[in-house]
């Protein structure tokens, strides 16, 4: 048989590598950057056109490249970074595989310039899909500067891949983030499509969070730190009360280098326990140090996976240094028993005479009254405050008479802002009898035998098909806020703010200005109450964010899941008898009221048939 194996040609193994390392413009961001960090620069510049699809443009003020060197920077395994295989296991740069400018140069069109410190003229070179252009003399300051252009040019199938520029924008973003936190005394720029997305200045690690995130960032987040011979922890988390339903700000840095570790995020969540609610997640931002013999991190190509040697102590060392930190925040000032508390009082309080603080009270309010407004149930069971007074009488239910028990005591009126179930259905066939149990199930009669609903579920399909209709068809309906509420964000929560402005709009909110780090609201959705409006536009925000990134699904549809999940009803609320009508005869009259908009059942049916077979 004659031989068939040959050697792919360079330009075609580069090519398959590319795949490996550039999957998105994101990819080619992060290498470039990181290049530029191991080439020692202070000040790095990033430029990205229409989401990187027509231009990265990396700009550092490094060590730069010989004429040499420039030209074999190109080869596939040309690294100056390590020389023998144990090199691999005390690394101190980002880049030792040699293959991202190769694999970068074999899918787009590739310029750079660059000089080093000591020459008098730089080098400019010009490489597409692997050909060199031309590469020339050029006068250039020290440093480096490297432009892709055209990313995929010559694999359609990935160019067609690519999500919008938003999306990949998105990505970038990420991108930098993770790359700047982790160098905060290296000022960074980044300007996309000609405006400046970042400036930051070199800082430290405080000030460059703050700086990335926003001012309002500051006031969350709790220090931590920590030295034991195995590893040096420093960092911050954000206080419990910040904790957001959905991930986003969680960074582990190890020596300087972005990881994902589910197990340390498990630390990390932990060490939360019981701080926050099991549906919220902890932001972080931890640099932990370690020897560089103890990990590996040549598992992945994109590198972003790391083995450690000793990975249950870090686990518990993490837990243990988080939980200290929390632990030293929440505690109120610790009692220092030196003290003898009477050489506190100050000495003009001492011999003066008590004065009796006077009490006030409220005689027109009845904590009894009932708000039996059947034309508009009210939502002030959604008040957090007469939850907790309401949870005083769990397990008192079965002795109050069942109709007793269906009604809500509320507090706060005022707050009424209109009726959820607008809108009833008049037929003949409405449903009049139903009861609560648990306060999380509602059940009803049916000709056959019951229903029994998930109240939160049934709730939450109820306003999604609402905000989905209003932005559809009608203009939404809106109510203006007496003053204007301003909220800040961060730059990046800003930009998606102002991607999303018009669907916020189509679904009742209404903007003043949406600009440097604030928006100011002047209206909202109709069940939306003040109090909640800066809660609920995070929970917006970071959803979008969240799923943009995944896959683009209509934006309203996203913002309406959001808003009706934020919204409904909760379980462990009572309803009053006029509510869970409501609910009920409304979810009757949605399009899909089988299943939430989050794709679980809304309500089981139990005929007779069924409960005849128990009986037998
Ligand atoms: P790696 O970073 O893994 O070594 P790359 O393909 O990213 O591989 O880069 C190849 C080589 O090119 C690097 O080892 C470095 O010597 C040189 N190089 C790349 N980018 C820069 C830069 N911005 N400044 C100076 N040298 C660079
Ligand atoms: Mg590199």
Redesign the pocket.
Known sequence: MADIIKLLPDHVANQIAAGEVVQRPASVVK??L???I??G?NNIKLIIKDGGKVLIQ?V?D????SAT?AR???ERH?????QKAEDLFNLS????????????AAIAHVEMQ?K?ENEELGTHLKIEGSKIIFQEASVTPK??S?AVKNLFFNIPARRNFLKSNQVELRHITDEFHRVALAHPTIAFHFYNNGSELFNLPSDNYRKRIVNIFGTRTNQKLVPVEEETPIVVIKGFITKPEFAKKSRGEQFFFINNRFIKSPYLHHAIVAAFEGLIKSDSYPGYFLYLEVDPASIDINIHPTKTEVKFDDEHSLYAILRSTVKHSLGQFNVAPALDFEHDPNLQTPYEFKNKSVIQPNVTVNSGFNPFQETRNTASASRSYQKPNTQSWESLYVGHESKMGADDNARSISFESDTITGSIFEGEKESTEAVTTTFQIRRKYIVTTIKSGMVVIDQSRAHQRVLYEKFLKNSTVQQAVSQQLLFPLSVSFSKSEIIALQEIEDILVSIGFLFEKIEGESITVTGVPLLVAESEVGMILDQLISDYQQEITEESFSHTDILSKTLAKTLAVKTGETLDNASQIALVNDLFACKEAMVSPFNKPVYITITENDIDKKFI
């Open positions: 290498e470039l990181e290049n530029a191991d080439a620069a990396v550092d490094g060590l730069g490249m060197d074999l920077s190109f040309a690294t100056s970074k390590i740069t980002k880049g030792f595989r040699g293959e991202a400018l190769a694999s970068i660059t080093s440093g480096t490297m």
